[in-house]
C-alpha cells in the first residue's frame, strides 16, 4: 500500500537521519497506531522520508512521519497485516529480547516480515530497523510497543530503508527458502510473530517449518520472482563479505553501497583487481565496490557513515556504477574482512539477502541519493 486507498506492486522509503531533518514529525501527529507511547528521546529522531514506487517511480518527499500514521506506505502496508487476518512470519536479529533476545553470529543479519492470504499471495517488508516490527497481529499486544518512535530503542535516530515488494504464492515459496538458507532469526513456536493456519499451503508450511534452525548450505542462492526482481541469499557458512558477493552474483556489476561502515573491522574499498583473501572457490571474482559516505537530498550533503551518532546511516542499500541500472536493497553491513588470516568475523559469518531491482528511473534517483564522497 502506497497509502491507506493505494495499492503498489512494489514501495521503496529511506528515512533520513536526525542531522538532516531534526524532530521531523509535529508532536501533533505522533502517533502510535500499533501500541506504545510516543516517546521523547534525548538525541532527537527523524521520520522524514523519501519515497518511490511502481506508480512513480522516482524519489520524491514522502512526509515527515513515516509509520506514525495508517496512511504512509509503511503505517498502511503493516495496517493490512496488524489488523487484518494473514499468516505471516517476522524475524529480527535485534528484537531487544520481546518476544526472543537478540541473536549474533551465525544467525542472519536480518530484518523483515513476510505475511501471506489463504492463496499463498502476499507480500515481503524488508526493514533496517532494530526491534521493529516485533508483533505481526494486534492479538498479541507487545509491551515495549510495535510503533516507529514509540519504542525505548531510537530506532528513528539514524537512516533506515524499507523495501515492499508484492509476492504470488510461488514467489512466497521462494522467498521463505531464502530465508532458511539466510538464517534469519525468529522462532516458529512464538505466535506473535509467526502465525501459519492449517489451511495455508503445504509447500509453504514446509518452508516455515524449517526457519529458527541452522542453515546447513554455503552455495549463494539466487532466484528470480515473478516481478523481475532477484533475491540473493547468503548463508551463514559462506564466510566472505556480503556486498562483494553481490557484485559477484550480478557479474562483477561494479557497486556503490551505503551501509553501517563503521569500526571495528569496516570494509575497505575494493576495486576488481583487489586481491580477495576471504572469497570461496565456487565463486567468481567480484568487481568493485565503493562506500558512500555522503550523499544528497535536494541539493543538502547528508551523511551515510555507520555510527549511533544523529548523522549516522543504518540504510543498506546500493547501486550499479557500471552499465546496468540496478538498485539493491540488502540486510548486511560493509564490516568484516577481505584478509585471508581474518575472515571469520563480523558480517563474514552471518547470513543476509538482497533484493536487486532492475529499473532505470528508480535507479537514476537512488544514484543521485548517494552521490557524494
Not at 528484537?95 to 530484518?111: A, L, M, T, V
Not at 530497523?129 to 509491551?143: I, L, M, N, V, Y
Not at 512464538?190 to 554455503?218: C, E, F, H, M, W
Not at 563474514?348 to 528508480?362: E, K, S, T, Y
Amino acid at each position: 500500500m502506497l497509502d491507506a486507498h493505494t495499492k503498489v506492486d512494489w514501495w521503496f522509503a529511506f528515512k533520513f537521519n536526525t542531522t538532516t531533518f531534526h524532530d521531523s514529525c509535529p508532536t501533533a501527529q505522533r502517533a502510535c497506531p500499533f501500541g506504545g507511547t510516543v516517546k521523547t528521546y534525548s538525541k532527537g529522531f527523524c521520520q522524514e522520508f523519501a519515497i518511490a514506487s511502481s506508480i512513480d517511480h522516482t524519489l520524491k518527499s514522502g512526509g515527515p512521519c513515516i509509520g506514525n500514521t495508517k496512511d504512509d506506505p509503511l503505517g498502511a502496508s503493516f495496517n493490512q497485516i496488524y489488523f487484518g487476518d494473514f499468516s505471516y512470519v517476522i524475524w529480527n536479529d535485534q528484537f531487544h529480547g520481546d518476544p526472543i533476545g537478540d541473536r549474533d553470529d551465525p544467525w542472519g543479519h536480518s530484518k523483515g516480515i513476510l505475511a501471506w492470504n489463504h492463496d499463498g499471495d502476499g507480500l515481503v517488508l524488508q526493514v533496517s530497523t532494530p526491534e521493529w516490527p516485533g508483533s505481526g497481529s494486534s492479538t498479541f499486544s507487545r509491551t515495549p510497543g510495535n510503533s516507529l518512535g514509540c519504542l525505548a530503542v531510537n530506532n528513528v535516530l539514524v537512516s533506515q530503508h524499507f523495501f515492499a515488494l508484492k509476492l504470488t504464492k510461488a514467489d512466497v515459496v521462494v522467498v521463505l527458502g531464502a530465508m532458511v538458507r539466510a538464517q534469519v532469526p525468529t522462532n516458529a513456536s512464538v505466535g506473535q510473530i509467526v502465525r501459519v493456519k492449517n489451511d495455508d499451503p503445504a509447500d509453504i508450511k514446509a518452508q516455515v517449518g524449517l526457519l529458527g534452525t541452522k542453515s546447513t548450505v554455503k552455495r549463494v542462492g539466487k532466484d528470480s520472482l515473478s516481478s523481475g526482481v532477484v533475491l540473493i541469499s547468503k548463508p551463514p557458512l559462506l564466510h566472505v563479505p556480503p556486498w562483494q558477493l553481490v557484485s559477484e552474483e550480478l557479474d562483477a556489476e561494479p557497486l556503490r553501497v551505503a551501509s553501517w561502515w563503521i569500526n571495528p573491522d569496516k570494509i575497505p574499498n575494493t576495486k576488481s583487481t583487489t586481491k580477495m583473501g576471504c572469497w570461496d572457490l565456487s565463486l567468481n571474482k567480484p568487481g568493485a565496490v565503493q562506500n558512500a559516505s555522503t550523499g544528497t537530498w535536494n541539493g543538502q550533503s547528508i551523511a551515510l557513515r555507520g555510527g549511533p551518532s544523529a548523522s549516522g546511516n543504518h540504510a543498506k542499500i546500493g547501486v550499479s556504477t557500471g552499465s546496468h541500472t540496478y538498485t539493491i536493497f540488502g540486510d548486511m553491513n560493509q564490516q568484516g574482512s577481505i584478509q585471508k588470516t581474518n575472515c571469520d568475523i563480523k558480517q563474514n559469518i552471518r547470513g543476509g539477502m538482497f533484493f536487486v531491482v532492475d529499473d532505470a528511473p528508480l535507479f537514476n534517483s537512488v544514484r543521485d541519493l548517494l552521490a557524494g564522497q
